[in-house]
């Protein structure tokens, strides 16, 4: 295979001894903080993924040396890079999936919140290139805290006029890899035969494990549910505390990306019974945004699932997920607002 590598600033040059190729089917799709730790990780993963056809890697530095190591890898997908905001557009148009992993992450002693100052304006001004430039790309919001960008960026496309809920979606994917993983070493299982649905947010309290409703039916003690909940809402910290200062989880977090993005991506294509934990558009609780269980379509996350039964302990964390969602939520919108 040809593989098209422009040098970073011409950003659809075809190498000049490559062969002009059909151009393999597949969609097109577009990193936005390529070079970070997730970034990275991530775009090697969409690199290798078959449903890909143009793969363009965007940051604010080093996409150049990103981009020619990715695009030697012998897989379907053409490489292209961009680097710096005078770039942005040309990274962004065309494309049919926009994953966003730009941004500060934690470090220990630091809360999600505590990322809102910086990450907040990165979130909008790469919301608004997406605007002007793929209005109808699925967006994939990584950043943190996610409980507040996604709110941002929605108030973003509203402002341009070309919102639709149903294509901005907030990435939990980490929390139910987590949990699919912790619950399995407590059961003893397989964790790829576990689906743990985890709803609310994306941060601390909020990020609430459903185990009542684990797949296959498990039942655990009380002291299980609180030893793994409690690791399920704190395991970005753990990862925080253990990489002590250099940064918060980067190849899980590639890996949850890379698994949420297929799933867009085969919604996309069209496939039926794609159905994902993510932080959208929701009417499920009072609050605007919620993450539950969503159906992935053509349309981006066209059907969004209810939270089914709760137990008395889900009950109350649902209470209290919701007092410091309502807080995020507000705190994004405001951001853009006022
Ligand atoms: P990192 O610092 O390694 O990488 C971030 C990248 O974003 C850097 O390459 C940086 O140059 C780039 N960047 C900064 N400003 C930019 C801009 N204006 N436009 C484009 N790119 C820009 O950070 P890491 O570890 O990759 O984390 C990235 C974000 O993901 C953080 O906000 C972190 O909190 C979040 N995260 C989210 C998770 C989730 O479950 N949703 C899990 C883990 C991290």
Redesign the pocket.
């Known amino acids: 295979l040809c593989t098209e590598f422009p040098r970073v600033g011409e950003s659809s040059l075809t190498q000049s001894n490559c062969r002009a190729k059909g151009g393999a089917p597949g969609f097109k799709v577009a990193v ?9 990780s ?1 775009s090697l993963l969409m690199k290798i993924n078959p449903l890909v056809s143009v793969l363009h890697l ?5 996409t150049p040396g990103v981009t020619a190591d990715i695009s030697h890898m012998d897989t379907g997908a053409v490489v292209r890079g961009f680097l710096g ?1 005078a770039q ?1 557009e040309h990274a962004l148009t065309g494309m049919d999936l926009v994953i ?7 470090k220990p002693g630091m809360t ?1 919140d505590d ?1 809102f100052k ?2 907040a ?2 979130v909008r ?2 919301c608004e290139g997406i605007a002007k430039c793929c209005p109808h790309a699925i967006v994939n ?6 409980n507040s ?1 996604v709110p941002i960026a929605a108030e973003v496309f509203k402002k341009a006029g070309v919102y639709d809920p149903k294509r901005l979606l ?6 139910v890899v987590r949990a699919n993983t912790f619950v399995a070493e407590v059961l003893g299982v397989d964790p790829r035969e576990v689906n743990v649905p985890v709803v609310g947010g ?1 941060a601390g309290v909020t990020i609430l494990p459903l185990l009542s409703q684990v797949k296959p039916p498990s039942s655990f003690t009380a002291e299980e549910i609180s030893y793994l909940t409690d690791r399920i809402q704190n395991g ?1 910290t753990e ?1 925080v505390e253990a990489k002590a200062g250099a ?4 190849l ?3 890996y ?2 890379a698994k949420f993005a297929d799933a867009c991506l085969r919604g996309l294509r069209g496939d039926a019974g794609i159905v994902e934990c993510s932080f959208v558009a929701s009417q499920v609780t009072e609050l605007p945004f919620f993450a539950t269980r969503v159906r992935l379509g053509r349309g981006g996350a066209e059907e969004i699932f209810p939270l089914g039964p709760l137990n008395e302990y889900e009950r109350a964390g649902l209470e209290k997920a919701k007092k410091e969602l309502a807080g995020s939520i507000d705190k994004g919108v405001s951001f853009i607002r006022n």
């Open positions: 936005l903080g390529a070079a970070g730790g997730i970034g990275q991530l965007y940051d604010v530095v080093n905001q942005l966003i992993p730009a941004g500060v992450p934690r999600r990322l910086i990450n304006g990165i001004t790469l919001l990584i950043s943190n805290p996610v960008t907030g990435v939990t994917t980490l929390d994306h970005g990862v940064g918060s989880a980067t899980s977090m590639a949850a990306a």
